[in-house]
């Protein structure tokens, strides 16, 4: 059943405790490199604020483990939020405690408040199996939940990127909000809209485009969609452990050889569904990975002592020409080593064919990191139907897996 969302709720002169996923990429520096997830919680952040509700926003960044690290602090995204508001964003030096709860206090009508990172705390990551099974670990839970909890009248969920997760935040939180308001975000609306019609309703030719080191990671989406897809695309690492269980010789090439008898399993039965699945033909190999590496181009085997960082010029061809040709367009994950260039190319060359693809009418949707920052690297955003903020979610929303997280808010009428 569809969720309510913030334009189903009163929230003038209310209390908006939001959960977004600001966990967004940073230099080394602590400079953010794509403010992409901060834009696109805009429209809901907007909304409440024009129509009177006093917002209290959390979110975690990176994985401090559970304790106050300064390396993983919110500010730079406050910072970055209140540029693009155009307006103050209060801070608060902690989630919870006496000073969280001091500014939620005071906060009127329009004003907003970022509470820092909520995995200082380790009660924040407790999954919720562990707090079953646990009464101690359940009581800590509930209580940092109860603290976040009692700061606010409603409940807003965000943070699609982080919908897959039973952090406190994400579960508990609602949980014990319940008989409040407890509703989702427009992001969560608009990304369970494109990726459920995407893959209930999609325009043939379908073609999946899976990329990145691991099939293990990938094994759910696949069996997924061997029978929604006419077919799949396989390039980046977890290549080698497919193109080995046929019989080729990968090099020295990653390869997940405990898998392999999985990923036998998979060609066997996309066949059986008439699902085509592509591997690559041609590859990028180098003796050692390192920028500036001397590669050159493997066709079919691999020598030993050389390893695949990309997909080949044939690969990139063929897959290209399956991609334009594609009505229905999901890609998950690079072609290649793509933060080192130029290994970068299989992974540009396929994100320039889904934006021509999409140019020509298809419906195309971009989740995972390295994916959407190609595209961005290429100025192309603007060239896909929808780019996914969440990369671990959208995966597990295209195994078909529900998101406890969101099952828990309230059901439109
Ligand atoms: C992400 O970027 O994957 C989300 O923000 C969730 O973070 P996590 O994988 O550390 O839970
Ligand atoms: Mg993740």
Redesign the pocket.
């Known amino acids: 059943m569809a969720k309510k969302t913030v334009a189903d709720i009163e929230v003038k002169g209310k209390k908006v405790l939001m959960r977004v996923?600001f966990?967004v990429p940073q230099d080394d520096d602590g400079n953010i490199t794509s403010d992409d997830r901060i834009v696109k919680a805009l429209p809901t952040i907007k909304n409440i604020l024009n129509r009177g509700g006093a917002l209290l926003l959390m979110s975690?960044l990176?994985?401090p483990e559970g304790k106050r690290d300064d390396a993983y602090t919110l500010r730079p995204v406050a910072e970055r939020l209140s540029e693009l508001l155009g307006k103050k964003v209060i801070f608060a030096n902690d989630c919870v405690g006496p000073d969280a709860k001091a500014k939620a206090a005071a906060l009127k009508p329009g004003d907003v408040l970022l509470l820092e990172n909520l995995r200082f705390y380790k009660e924040e990551v407790i999954k919720d199996k562990a707090a079953k099974e646990d009464a101690q670990l359940r009581e800590a839970k509930d209580t940092f939940a109860r603290e976040l909890a009692a700061m606010a009248d409603v409940y807003v969920d965000d943070a699609f990127?982080?919908a897959h997760?039973d952090?406190a935040s994400m579960y508990t939180v609602p949980s014990v909000m319940e008989g409040k308001p407890r509703v989702t975000g427009f992001l969560i609306e608009k990304e369970l809209n494109f990726l459920g019609d995407t893959i209930r309703n999609p325009s043939r030719p379908f073609v999946a485009i899976l990329g990145g080191a691991k099939v293990s990671d990938k094994i759910g989406v696949i069996e997924n969609l061997i029978d929604k897809v006419n077919r799949i695309i396989i390039g980046g690492a977890m290549a080698y452990t497919f193109l080995k269980s046929r019989g080729k010789a990968v090099g020295d090439s990653l390869c997940e050889d405990d898998f392999m008898d999985k990923a036998l399993a998979l060609l066997d039965q996309a066949t059986e569904a008439g699902c085509e699945v592509m591997l690559p033909p041609d590859h990028v190999v180098v003796r050692k990975l390192a920028p500036g590496a001397e590669h050159r181009i493997a066709v079919g085997d691999i020598d030993p002592g050389w390893q695949a960082v990309d997909i080949g010029p044939m690969a990139r061809k063929e897959f290209a020409e399956k991609i334009v040709g594609a009505k229905t367009i999901l890609w998950n994950g690079p072609m290649g080593v793509f933060e080192i260039a130029p290994f970068d190319e299989g992974t540009k060359a396929i994100a320039q064919a889904v934006a021509q693809a999409t140019e020509q009418g298809a419906k195309s949707v971009v989740g995972g990191?390295d994916s959407a920052s190609a595209i961005e690297q290429l100025g192309l955003q603007d060239k896909i139907s929808h780019i996914s903020t969440?990369?671990?979610?959208s995966l597990e929303f295209l195994e078909g897996k529900k998101f406890k997280a969101i099952e828990i808010l309230d059901d439109k009428q």
Do not use: E, S, Y
């Open positions: 996923d966990n975690h990176g994985r990127g982080t997760r952090n990191g969440g990369g671990g979610a």
